[in-house]
């Protein structure tokens, strides 16, 4: 385990609202600096240029993906076939590992609070954009601008929520 039992809600709840800090960040940069410099590139048009910047996005996941396939380890204390090798980490199949994650209650706590949450997540990152710019006449500039507030809000809200957790956890 990375974590323990006392912290982990807060450490992954911190981690995931980095995670969607990205997509704050993601929204800022392809809607209010990307567009507008493709959009100068392409002599004023928006479709063509939105088209080119979403592209952007993946090359840089790709490239990020195969950096950190490449360069990284399986767990903090190495890959899992040295740990395994080495008899740090038992040799565990991976149906006893997922009647061990299936058969416990937080993981169906989990799985219920993001069936019912994560699709808000998703909808606001695409659709936030596009409503301020169709309701209050904004710019795709400032549209994203304002929508990449959702991202960054929830580095904060996702740790609270994390603690909170922990909290309860302890109490039960």
Not at 1 to 22: D, I, P, Q, S, Y
Not at 57 to 86: C, L, Q, R
Not at 106 to 120: D, H, P
Request: glycine fraction near 10%.
């Amino acid at each position: 385990r990375m974590f323990t039992k006392e912290v982990v809600g807060t450490a992954n709840a911190l981690v995931g609202g980095w995670g969607n800090l990205g997509g704050g960040v993601t929204q800022l940069v392809m809607g209010s600096a990307l567009f507008p410099l493709f959009k100068e590139i392409y002599d004023g048009d928006s479709e063509k240029a939105w088209r080119t910047v979403c592209v952007i996005p993946a090359v840089v996941a790709f490239t990020s993906g195969a950096i950190v396939y490449f360069i990284s380890d399986d767990a903090p204390k190495g890959n899992y076939s040295e740990m395994k090798a080495h008899g740090v980490m038992a040799d565990v199949s991976a149906a006893a590992s997922f009647r061990s994650g299936a058969l416990n209650i937080n993981t169906w706590i989990l799985f219920l609070q993001y069936a019912c949450c994560f699709g808000v997540e998703l909808t606001m990152n695409n659709a936030a954009a596009l409503y301020f710019r169709d309701e209050f006449d904004q710019t795709t500039e400032s549209a994203a601008a304002i929508a990449s507030i959702f991202g960054w809000m929830n580095l904060f809200a996702r740790g609270i929520g994390g603690f909170l957790s922990d909290k309860a956890n302890a109490s039960m």
